[in-house]
């Protein structure tokens, strides 16, 4: 159903090297602070079509797709204050997406990722750095984008003006890959 | 003539008394107030400050103890009828159960909330459990219930005291206070 999605978004698709997620492998995690502590929360569902080939790696695409209600912070409390009008507001905006418009490799299996995030409606741009292994039709990535709570409307009214829990928030991915068919 | 020392309150019993008579009254107000604020960071300061300061409560209250039981405490004055002695007695153990119970409870709640708390702002609190929600209910339902029993509990110890004080003129009350040197006996 997803993946007719994402071939009607791009119907360009380039085919380099398509890859899928293994789910019980992957993490989609945030970093985030409250009173001036780290804090992690996990997006339990999320999934992401990737379209890469290192040694092309200006032709690649990543979509990645979450539902942000899945996240798991480890706190009933925190989770349903997460969810309010003033942070997620869950019940408007329930999903956010990651598209990719530019990748340029850096050195070694270092790449940038320069795409759109949306989330809670509102889409930025957002920088992902990552490191790429693949050997055969297996891959992992590893990346992480810093970005502000506030671009997106995330904690708003007094908490727009407050660290009590950070504006700074990295955002950390974790892929294991499978490639689907021949490049 | 007293051989025993006078029969006063040493300084280090009187400080700690009157310093937690302050933290508690303060604790009440934090947590009450915490409780009915809305979600905002101020509701989040009022929270640190009640965790805070009843962790504060829950160290001095062993020292509190240490010194009770290394020193002579002032007896109970002669001509007290047995039955208050025993009200007496049961009020003060009664308060220093609480006062490590309370504080206790409230970690209890933070813990199994597994909401970040750094004490003071100044290190993290380890937690007693692991996440737990049914737990922190339970938890809040105690340190809602103790909080009740400390007020009944208070509210004897204050009328105690007033009663010595004004009806009985023993000088029960005036060996808890600070000596301010116009003191008659």
Redesign the interface.
């Known amino acids: 159903m997803r993946g007719v999605l994402v071939l009607c978004l791009f119907p360009a698709w380039t085919h380099a090297a398509q890859w899928e997620v293994e789910p019980q492998h992957s993490t989609l995690a945030f970093t985030a602070s409250?009173?001036?502590?780290p804090?992690e929360g996990v997006f339990r569902r999320f999934d992401a079509k990737i379209d890469f080939d290192p040694k092309t790696p200006e032709r690649g695409r990543f979509l990645v797709s979450l539902d942000v209600t899945s996240a798991d912070?480890?706190?009933?409390?925190?989770y349903e204050?997460m969810g309010?009008q003033?942070w997620f507001d869950f019940p408007h905006f329930p999903r956010a997406t990651f598209t990719t418009s530019a990748i340029r490799a850096l050195g070694e299996d270092r790449y940038l990722a320069e795409g759109q995030l949306s989330l809670k409606g509102i889409a930025q741009p957002v920088k992902l750095r990552f490191s790429w292994t693949g050997q055969g039709a297996r891959g992992s990535m590893h990346g992480d984008a810093d970005l502000l709570r506030t671009d997106f409307g995330i904690g708003t009214?007094?908490?727009a003006q407050?660290d009590?829990?950070g504006r700074r928030v990295r955002v950390r991915v974790d892929l294991r890959l499978r490639r689907l068919g021949p490049g | 003539m007293h051989p025993d020392p006078e029969p006063r309150w040493g300084t280090v019993a009187i400080t700690l008394h009157w310093t937690m008579a302050g933290l508690i009254l303060a604790l009440f107000v934090l947590g009450w107030t915490a409780e009915s604020w809305h979600?905002?960071?101020?509701k989040?300061?009022l929270f640190?400050w009640h965790k805070s300061l009843g962790l504060l409560v829950l160290t001095l209250v062993w020292i509190r103890l240490a010194w009770r039981w290394t020193h002579t405490v002032p007896p109970i004055p002669a001509g007290t009828r047995p039955w208050e002695a025993r009200v007496a007695i049961a009020v003060h153990r009664g308060l220093y159960v609480l006062m490590v119970a309370m504080p206790l409870s409230g970690w209890l709640i933070n813990s199994a909330?597994?909401?970040?708390?750094?004490v003071f702002?100044w290190f993290?609190l380890p937690d007693l459990v692991e996440?737990d929600?049914a737990l922190?209910a339970a938890a809040q339902v105690i340190h809602l219930s103790l909080f009740w029993t400390l007020a009944a509990i208070l509210a004897l110890h204050i009328l105690g005291a007033l009663r010595h004080h004004f009806v009985r003129h023993d000088g029960v009350l005036s060996r808890m206070l600070p000596n301010t040197g116009r003191r008659r006996e």
Request: glycine share 14%.
């Open positions: 409250w009173e001036g502590e804090f912070l480890g706190s009933e409390d925190l204050g309010e003033d009214g007094e908490w407050s009590e829990i | 979600l905002s960071p101020t989040l300061k640190q909330a597994n909401i970040p708390f750094k702002g993290r996440p929600k922190k």
